[in-house]
């Protein structure tokens, strides 16, 4: 399983896929749970459950490689994962959130009148932090 991280000054979103970059699970964290996180992905990533906004947990699975974005605060957070001896990637976050939003609403179809709004004037009604990390961690699978 790979893990991808989106940072952010007062949250950030984490996204959990399959090695061939299907999704399984994302959610979003505080940033001052950072060490917490880090924790429950070395010793037992099924905690990551309590943060979970998107998807299902799968069972019994370890974590081989966690891919961050380059963008805010990126510093803190490659220390914090590198001090617990996870095996770090930076990835390149240009157009994530962009591509975020395209992802949300092709997980969560519009209904109604809403159809008829062109989804770049589509706001989702959620923090999407969740789905940029899932889109960092394309970039570094397609690189």
Known sequence: MYLAIDPGRQKFGWALTEENGSFCASGIVPADSLEQFAQFVVESPEKLVQWLVEGEMPLGFRIRKVYCGNGTGHAVYLETLLSHQLDVELVTETNTTLEARGEYWKRHR??????????????????????????????????
Not at 125 to 136: F, M, S, T, V
Request: glycine residues 2%.
């Open 110 to 143: 519009p209904r109604g009148l809403s159809r008829l709004i062109p989804i770049s004037l589509r706001v989702p009604p959620r923090c999407i932090d969740d789905l940029a990390a899932y889109c960092i961690l394309l970039h570094a699978l397609k690189s």
